[in-house]
């Protein structure tokens, strides 16, 4: 697998979460301009609405991108597995010299 198709599994995910969270954000501020939801105390209604959509976009992540985030998992999993093979490698050649 090429450098550019490791790091790419982790930057789809990381946008792909990025975005469940702008989703969430969105529809939680029309929620709360609406009144549907209570707004925030005083000036705090953006940072409600901004803490509320990381608590809804947490569980929503976690269930919608379970392939995206297996994926990366693989890649990551792979990668420190050559490291160590090459850490392994190069105290098995200090140990011969």
């Known amino acids: 697998m090429s450098a550019t198709t490791r790091s790419s599994a982790a930057l789809k995910y990381t946008l792909m ?3 469940v969270f702008a989703g ?7 929620l709360v301009y609406f009144g549907v939801i209570p707004r925030g105390l005083g000036d705090s209604n953006v940072l409600w609405v ?7 976009s947490a569980p929503l992540s976690f269930v919608l ?6 994926a990366m998992s693989e890649q990551i999993v792979a990668k420190v597995g050559s490291a160590k093979a090459r850490l392994e490698a190069n105290r098995s050649q ?3 010299v």
């Open 24 to 30: 969430c954000f969105v529809v939680l501020y029309a």
């Open 94 to 96: 200090e140990d011969a």
């Open 65 to 70: 991108l379970r392939r995206q985030r297996d």
């Open 50 to 56: 901004l803490l509320l959509s990381i608590v809804v």
């Open 17 to 19: 979460r990025f975005g």
